[in-house]
């Protein structure tokens, strides 16, 4: 069971976050995308662009981040994902994590920026439970998911 659940977690964050399927292939971008990208991240040289249907995938570093871009194809920005630690988490998401959960082990944590908003995704696993969490971008709870060990 914490195989099975590791594994849909993984897959979860390739699929859902960076918006990938298995069929991604590495791709060259319009002008349209590629000057929206420089103006949102001004100063990226190396980028790897994958293409999934109309959406287009940029990962690359930015002030030591990791992050995965998605644009559609008339240069839409649709998400930024950025690898995290928990010490870049904000103060009342990491007291809220002190507070109500005893933490073993951190699997991924990102931030999920969108046109609509900005959260945080924690996937974390405490002695009993395997515990996903989408906080807000003040660190309150929005969302959670639990599976029992």
């Known amino acids: 069971m914490k195989k099975n659940f590791l594994s849909i977690c993984l897959v979860l964050a390739i699929v859902i976050f960076n918006g ?10 319009s002008t349209v ?27 690359f570093i930015k002030d030591g981040f990791s992050l995965d871009a998605t644009f559609l194809e008339d ?19 990491k007291e809220l994590l002190t507070k109500e959960y005893k933490v073993e ?5 990102s931030r999920v920026e969108t046109p609509a908003a900005t959260q945080f995704s924690v996937n974390l696993e405490t002695d009993t439970q395997y515990v996903t969490l ?16």
């Open 20 to 29: 990938l399927t298995l069929s991604a292939q590495e791709a060259e971008v």
């Open 33 to 59: 995308i590629s000057t929206k990208f420089n103006n949102m991240y001004s100063g990226v040289t190396e980028i790897i662009w994958e293409q999934d249907g109309m959406e287009y995938l940029a990962t």
């Open 75 to 93: 240069g839409t920005w649709q998400q930024t994902v950025t690898s995290l630690e928990i010490e870049d988490l904000p103060t009342a998401a």
């Open 105 to 109: 082990s951190y699997y991924y944590i």
């Open 134 to 149: 989408m906080l807000n971008k003040e660190g309150k709870l929005v969302d959670k998911q639990v599976e029992d060990l």
